[in-house]
Nanobody, 123 residues
């Protein structure tokens, strides 16, 4: 499975961005896709996850109400719509996928990772 993330950029606080992650390869083996982020000098942290078949979604407390994860199964693509962005949302955003159906929040449980896309929110 290969994951290609895109959509990052520079935005002012309060603005919006939409990230995309397109999967290719043995996509039949994955059902859960998540977004993680890593700020400079910090560990990678969970942001959002979606169960591709059921459409169930879960969010971290820091993004809930501002970010929305969605999927387009026909395009093998998962999106992360980010609204009301804050400077503390700055970081590299990674999409990831895992085998199985459990929508984990732990990075170590994910099998495949995209290359990351940089989001910078200026104050």
């Amino acid at each position: 499975v290969q994951l290609q993330a895109s959509g990052g950029g520079l935005v002012q606080a309060g603005g919006s961005l939409r990230l995309s992650c397109t999967a290719s390869g043995s996509i039949f083996s994955i059902n859960v896709m998540g977004w993680f982020r890593q700020a400079p000098g910090k560990e990678r942290e969970f942001a959002a996850v979606i169960d591709r078949s059921a459409g169930l979604t879960y969010y971290s407390g820091s993004v809930k109400g501002r970010f929305t994860i969605s999927r387009d199964n026909a395009k093998n693509t998962v999106y992360l719509q980010m609204n009301s962005l804050k400077p503390e949302d700055t970081g590299v955003y990674y999409c990831a996928s895992k085998r199985g159906n459990y929508a984990s929040r732990l990075p170590d449980e994910y099998n495949y990772w995209g290359q990351g896309t940089l989001v910078t929110v200026s104050s």
